[in-house]
């Protein structure tokens, strides 16, 4: 371990020791190497208040976190990560994420995980105990496990985070402190801010959605077999997908052909006049079997049943 300014170049190192070394100067993880190999890693830590910084230039290796190496800990911590080169892949229970350089991510390091990096990796660790940073636990359930794009917020607080370790201990607590504050501050934003644009475009993917399935019913509504697996289909997405695109519109799939058929005879009956299909043949051809069925539902959608409504539109 090292508290050198400069970005050290990687030498062999004793994987055991190397272990040992992390979990007692940055935090309790359990370690694992491939050991058919040498063992290529350096370290440049920082502790600034309630943050302990390490930058890390290493080989392929693991790091986890297991349920009892969690109930030790005694408080909860949120871990930050910054991969700046190589690849690196998270898993946290059912939760999953693929870490390529240049993105960022954040998970509560007080919970089970294991993170493993591929082959030569250089990368940024940042965990900060809860005790100050309340807003930042808070929101990282809100992305835990997602990877970012180190840019914007993210990438002010890594150089932030490069300055401090430069400077070491030439930086008066006070300012140390205020450093993470402010560090911590920026990533609560930069949060919010990738939240709030991904809940923009999954709203927009999912307006999308919507449109191509109503477009799709609109061409087909003469269809007996329109159901929702075959909308499905047509559209290239799961049937649960599409449920859930139409459960956050407030409708579900079945109500949607259904409005639309009805629409579609209700504009039919406005316009075709004396020489249109009679009832029943209206009600076959847009895929009720059942006329009387189609009068009724006709009449709770629109206040009329369909020959009062043929006959108003006549009179007009």
Sequence with gaps: MTHAASVMSPTEVNPVIWAAEVRRNFFPLELSVDRS??????????????????????????????????????????????????????????????????????????????????????????????????????????????????????????????????????????????????????????????????GAARKRAQDALLRE?????????????????????????SRRTLYHAFELAGETPQAMVQRLRLERCRDVLSHAGGQGPSITQLALEFGFSDPAYFTRVFRQRFGSTPSKYRAQALAH
């Design 37 to 198: 190999q040498p063992f290529e890693a350096s370290v440049q830590l920082g502790n600034f208040s309630r943050c302990k910084v390490a930058q890390v230039r290493a080989g392929a290796h693991s790091a986890s976190m297991s349920g009892e190496d969690c109930r030790h800990l005694g408080q909860r911590y949120i871990k930050v990560l910054w991969q700046e080169r190589g690849h690196g892949h998270l898993d946290m229970g059912a939760r999953a994420v693929d870490l390529p350089a240049g993105h960022w991510t954040v998970y509560e390091a007080s919970r089970s995980y294991a993170l493993r990096m591929e082959g030569d990796t250089t990368f940024t660790a940042m965990v900060c105990d809860t005790g100050g940073h309340d807003g930042l636990a808070s929101l990282a359930q809100r992305v835990a496990g997602r990877a970012m794009p180190t840019e914007g917020g993210a990438a002010v607080a890594l150089a932030a985070l490069a300055a401090m370790r430069g400077e070491g201990s030439r930086v008066a607590p006070q300012s140390q402190a205020g450093v993470a504050d402010f560090v911590t501050s920026l990533l609560a934003q930069e949060i919010q801010h990738v939240d709030s644009s991904n």
């Design 213 to 237: 399935a109503q477009d799709y019913v609109r061409q087909n509504l003469d269809r007996n077999d329109l159901s929702p697996d075959q909308i499905a289909a047509a559209i290239h997405v």
